[in-house]
């Protein structure tokens, strides 16, 4: 019997999922099966972004599970599995390796889909140190978006700062080679997948174990992941009304990466010119966050951090709630209260309102978008929250604001939407509106006017 020093360590590459959570179409899992050794396939819930959710139930933790639980259903019919770690990261990649080590394993590369936010560059950095340090490669590629960095640029090389000649670029670049099919599903077997027995690994941790609980309303609420052809080809035409299925409700997905973005692009090119210009959107910010990283929390335009907003608490609990007077702004909230999903054309008019109508600061906003939205982005998210505000990337003045009423009649003249949300309305337990609309358009375009003017 040979002396455990005399064992040779079991060279092993490693796919560390993140925003990427499938085995069909994933390039940095495809990347990891290019190296020849067997893979490992691994996820961490990290307490850094976890416990900052003050909802138990939060709907997007439970998504997450399940999913993790699916892939690893699938692992296992290739004998392996999915190892789950939970921590801060780099506690568990101090533990795994030593765990790998100890029992003769040697993680030759860990391979990821980069991401773009602040937070997320940090940790790579970080960990990137310490993987050096450990003898280990840490590879990167582009997997959650079609173009990344500085794929498209202007001419002088600077990134763009206003998406319709961004968009026109985007167009000009692509290439079939940019939307294939990574095959990365086909080259999973016995053979490529490091067997479950190679170590003793502890299950998937409960929700309950990380501080959550399972809720059953959660699961209702999850979208089905097939791109709808049919919707694609009326999106165009039905995009805008809230009460009828005209979007493809696939954010949560595209967010989570459940179905790729190459998968959802080819879709979109095939059926809906619409559709395609909101994916280069989601490319826009991913590239926007990157690029200027302080637009996550600061105006992407700092002058318009000088804007005095009111902030009016009771004015903000009253948004929150649904109860502002203003029918299309409050079915909107209680829609994303009570599901975690909010219809894109309404996103647009209860942020207007706030910013606008109630002269409320963006991030208020965006804050309480990110507790409840299940497909919260960051980088979309401030994107969109300070195009309504008018301080981020967009060629549109200052000036532009929603009128909610004309909202409501453009997009349900029928009340259908209105009346799935808010009963109520029609009848005198219905408030009166909190703030008027001639008087807070004056007040909004007024008070921007006198902040923005040169000094």
Same mark, same amino acid.
């Given at each position: 019997?040979?002396?455990?020093? $005399?064992?040779?360590?079991?060279?092993?590459?490693?796919?560390?999922?993140?925003?990427?959570?499938?085995?069909?179409?994933?390039?940095?899992?495809?990347?990891?099966? &290019?190296?020849?050794?067997?893979?490992?396939?691994?996820? !961490?819930?990290?307490?850094?972004?976890?416990?900052?959710?003050?909802?138990?139930?939060?709907?997007?933790?439970?998504?997450?599970?399940?999913?993790?639980?699916?892939? %690893? !259903?699938?692992?296992?019919?290739? @004998?392996?599995?999915?190892?789950?770690?939970?921590?801060?990261?780099?506690?568990?990649?101090?533990?795994?390796?030593?765990?790998?080590?100890?029992?003769?394993?040697?993680?030759?590369?860990?391979?990821?889909?980069?991401?773009?936010?602040?937070?997320?560059?940090?940790?790579?950095?970080?960990?990137?140190?310490?993987? $050096?340090?450990?003898?280990?490669?840490?590879?990167?590629?582009?997997?959650?978006?079609?173009? $990344?960095?500085? =794929?498209?640029?202007?001419?002088?090389?600077?990134?763009?700062?206003?998406?319709?000649?961004?968009?026109?670029?985007?167009?000009?670049?692509?290439?079939?080679?940019?939307?294939?099919?990574?095959? &990365?599903?086909? @080259?999973?077997?016995?053979?490529?997948?490091?067997?479950?027995?190679?170590?003793?690994?502890?299950?998937?941790? &409960?929700? =309950?174990?990380?501080?959550? &609980?399972?809720?059953?309303?959660?699961? =209702?609420?999850?979208?089905?992941?097939?791109?709808?052809?049919?919707?694609?080809?009326?999106?165009?035409?039905?995009? %805008?009304?809230?009460?009828?299925?005209?979007?493809?409700?696939?954010?949560?997905?595209?967010?989570?990466?459940?179905?790729?973005?190459?998968?959802?692009?080819?879709?979109?090119?095939?059926?809906?010119?619409?559709?395609?210009?909101?994916? !280069?959107?989601?490319?826009?910010?991913?590239?926007?966050?990157?690029?200027?990283?302080?637009?996550?929390?600061?105006?992407?335009?700092?002058?318009?951090?000088?804007?005095?907003?009111?902030?009016?608490?009771?004015?903000?609990?009253?948004?929150?709630?649904?109860?502002?007077?203003?029918?299309?702004?409050? #079915? @909107?909230?209680?829609?994303?209260?009570?599901?975690?999903?909010?219809?894109?054309?309404?996103?647009?008019?209860?942020?207007?309102?706030?910013?606008?109508?109630?002269?409320? %600061?963006?991030?208020?906003?965006?804050?309480?978008?990110? =507790?409840?939205?299940?497909?919260?982005?960051?980088?979309?998210? #401030?994107? @969109?929250?300070?195009?309504?505000?008018?301080?981020?990337?967009? #060629?549109?003045?200052?000036?532009?604001?929603?009128?909610?009423?004309?909202?409501?009649?453009?997009?349900?003249?029928?009340?259908?939407?209105?009346?799935?949300?808010?009963?109520?309305?029609?009848?005198?337990?219905?408030?009166?509106?909190?703030?008027?609309?001639?008087?807070?358009?004056?007040?909004?375009? $007024?008070?921007?006017?006198?902040?923005?003017?040169?000094?």
């Amino acid at each position: 019997m040979a002396n455990q020093s $005399e064992i040779q360590p079991r060279p092993i590459a490693i796919h560390w999922m993140r925003r990427d959570l499938r085995l069909q179409d994933n390039r940095a899992l495809l990347a990891a099966l &290019s190296e020849g050794n067997p893979v490992q396939v691994v996820f !961490i819930f990290d307490r850094m972004i976890l416990d900052r959710l003050e909802n138990t139930r939060d709907r997007r933790v439970a998504f997450i599970h399940q999913e993790l639980t699916k892939i %690893d !259903i699938q692992l296992r019919s290739f @004998g392996g599995r999915l190892l789950v770690g939970y921590g801060n990261p780099m506690d568990v990649w101090r533990e795994w390796i030593k765990a790998f080590q100890s029992n003769h394993i040697d993680v030759q590369s860990i391979h990821i889909g980069r991401d773009y936010e602040p937070y997320a560059q940090t940790r790579d950095r970080e960990l990137a140190d310490f993987f $050096e340090s450990s003898g280990v490669a840490f590879k990167g590629v582009k997997d959650h978006v079609i173009f $990344e960095k500085s =794929e498209v640029t202007k001419d002088d090389g600077n990134p763009y700062t206003v998406f319709t000649p961004y968009s026109k670029k985007w167009r000009s670049l692509l290439r079939i080679s940019d939307y294939v099919e990574a095959p &990365s599903l086909g @080259g999973l077997n016995t053979s490529t997948i490091l067997p479950s027995t190679a170590i003793d690994w502890p299950e998937i941790p &409960s929700l =309950e174990s990380m501080g959550f &609980s399972w809720s059953s309303a959660s699961i =209702e609420t999850f979208p089905e992941r097939t791109i709808s052809k049919e919707i694609l080809r009326n999106y165009g035409e039905h995009r %805008d009304i809230p009460s009828i299925k005209g979007t493809s409700r696939l954010s949560v997905h595209l967010r989570f990466g459940t179905i790729s973005i190459r998968e959802a692009l080819r879709c979109g090119l095939e059926h809906s010119e619409k559709w395609t210009t909101e994916l !280069i959107w989601r490319d826009f910010y991913q590239m926007i966050i990157y690029h200027f990283p302080h637009s996550a929390n600061e105006s992407f335009r700092r002058v318009y951090d000088t804007i005095p907003w009111v902030n009016d608490e009771q004015h903000f609990n009253a948004w929150c709630e649904g109860k502002t007077g203003y029918p299309l702004v409050d #079915a @909107g909230m209680r829609e994303l209260v009570q599901t975690g999903f909010m219809h894109n054309r309404v996103r647009m008019v209860v942020a207007s309102f706030l910013c606008k109508h109630l002269l409320t %600061d963006w991030r208020w906003g965006e804050r309480f978008f990110a =507790e409840h939205l299940m497909d919260f982005d960051l980088a979309s998210n #401030a994107g @969109g929250w300070q195009w309504a505000a008018g301080s981020g990337c967009d #060629a549109a003045p200052y000036f532009r604001v929603f009128n909610p009423t004309a909202q409501l009649t453009k997009f349900d003249k029928d009340f259908k939407y209105v009346r799935q949300w808010v009963p109520e309305y029609g009848t005198s337990d219905y408030p009166d509106p909190i703030v008027d609309h001639a008087f807070a358009r004056i007040r909004a375009i $007024e008070t921007y006017k006198s902040a923005l003017k040169p000094s």
